[in-house]
């Protein structure tokens, strides 16, 4: 069998399990066979790693001297940061802003040593490494163990325990401090912070990437504080300057997913407007100007400006291409937009066709109080009362009539995307969605380049509806009755004018 590839040698031992009948490991024993099944027990032991920043000695003494060929073989390295316990007693209280200041000390120490670790590793070419970050404190709901968070929930119910579970740490952001201090790391190819039930503030994802040169893959997620609007607004002005000093994975990376978890708000709520004193979204604008023109897929999933497309005015336009590289763009916006409008209303025929919530809310009511935990118990009561009344519904109503297009909000986003897509000289396929009331569900622009497939072909066919030309460039509009203005549509067929010199077919589905 040594005369088998290592890779097929390694494939059969992947179907050897962990353990015998009697809980004793039974790869490490193969290993000793001889050295190609050593080899071969070493490639699946060490392709994808689990580690806990209390384990780094461990870790970095497995791939050193005689052992650093090993640094090779990792492909995914799940890297843990391990918080500080904390007792059944603060269970039932808030994260403090002292908690949150130890907590951040832990994962700036914990991540210094990682980096400090994966930068001696030599470049990208001879190791790549997947990296996601997470954090938990052994006391958390989902760590503490099966029974324990069993039995406290038992005794929560019976109110019998006080116990905020992750609620205790909800509007607790963990920042990654002194990273203009942190080693270049040339072996990660990509990089994800996962916001479970611990949020990274997001500046750390700008920052961290900015310490991978090589970097190919960045997935940034980031959880907004709901109603808490004076939070939200800190944090998007500090990632507003994050973004504009570091950018976002603006050298190499290939791949860029963004996923913004914002507020969910009911038809007839009023929405915050988080733009002044701009004009626009100004972190819509930050992500249009940091993002790399390397870049090839892209996609973005929150909030939605115009800005995001084009923060450059109706007459006014980039001195170059921008993202000249993207071939593919899927974005998925929120139907509440960051100005405070909505970007649909109700039919004309319904009684919410003129509503208040149309309108942004009054000025004062644009500010709000910090989260619980953020001050003294008085101010951790107010808080709370005030999320409480944040969350009623005007009236008890929470229908969804928000069916047809603002023409105000929508026109310029719409425009602001066609514009982006003429000027993208790589661009095979974009996607531009909402999800929206039924029976329509989805309300969806797609654009597929000459010979390239969208999905609206397969749409057309099942409506029975003849194709247009595939060697052709093509728009479909899943927008329902509703129609954008003329001027909007001959933006969409001046992208096939910009780009191949023809018109682009425009499709308005059924």
Known sequence: ???????????????????????????????????????????????????????????????????SHRRGLLKALGFSIVLPDYSNADCAIYESNQDRLVNDK??????????????????????AVELIIDAYSPMDAFYCGFDKRAQDERAARARIRADLFALRYKHSYIRIADVDKLPTVPCIKALYLDNGDRHFYPGSVVALAAKTPTLEQLIWVYTEPDVYLTLRRIIRD??????????????????????????????????????????????????????????????????????????????????????????????????????????????????SHIHPSNEPLPADQQVSPMPPGYGTEEDTDAAYAYELAAREMPGGDNSEFRTVPDDEVMLPLLAAFARAAAQMPALK??????????????????????????????????????????????????????????????????VGEERYMQDTNVVFLA
């Not at 120490?109 to 400090?116: N, R, S």
């Not at 604008?285 to 999933?301: D, M, P």
């Not at 980039?318 to 649909?344: M, Q």
């Open 106 to 127: 832990v994962a700036s120490d914990a991540v210094a040593a990682l980096f400090d670790i994966l930068s001696t590793w030599g470049s990208h070419r001879d190791n």
């Open 238 to 351: 500090e990632l507003f300057q994050w973004l504009m000093t570091f950018g976002l994975a603006r050298s190499t990376a290939r791949s860029l997913e963004i996923d913004i978890n914002s507020h969910v708000y009911h038809d007839n709520q009023r929405l915050p407007d988080m733009t002044p004193p701009w004009q626009y979204d100004p972190l819509c604008a930050a992500l249009h100007h940091s993002i790399g023109s390397k870049v090839k897929t892209l996609s973005y999933r929150g909030p939605l400006d115009a800005a995001l497309f084009w923060p450059y005015g109706e007459l006014q336009g980039p001195r170059e291409p921008f993202w000249s590289s993207l071939t593919k763009l899927e974005v998925t916006f929120s139907a509440a937009s960051p100005n405070g409008r909505w970007y649909f209303k109700a039919p004309p025929d319904h009684e």
């Open 1 to 67: 069998m040594d005369n088998l590839p290592l890779e097929l040698t390694a494939k059969i031992a992947s179907y050897l399990p962990r353990e015998d009948s009697n809980g004793a490991l039974v790869r490490p024993n193969i290993s000793s066979v001889s050295r190609q099944w050593k080899s071969a027990i070493e490639m699946i032991t060490f392709r994808e790693l689990k580690v806990k920043s209390t384990e780094l000695a461990e870790f970095a003494a497995n791939f050193s001297g005689s052992k």
């Open 429 to 494: 396929n974009a996607y531009l969605a909402t999800p929206v009331p039924e029976p329509q569900s989805v309300w969806f622009v797609l654009y597929g380049a000459p010979g390239i497939t969208c999905g609206g072909e397969e749409l057309m066919v099942a409506e029975g509806e003849p194709e247009p030309p595939l060697n052709t460039p093509r728009v479909y509009f899943g927008v329902g009755d509703w129609r954008p203005s003329a001027e909007v549509v001959d933006l969409f067929r001046r």
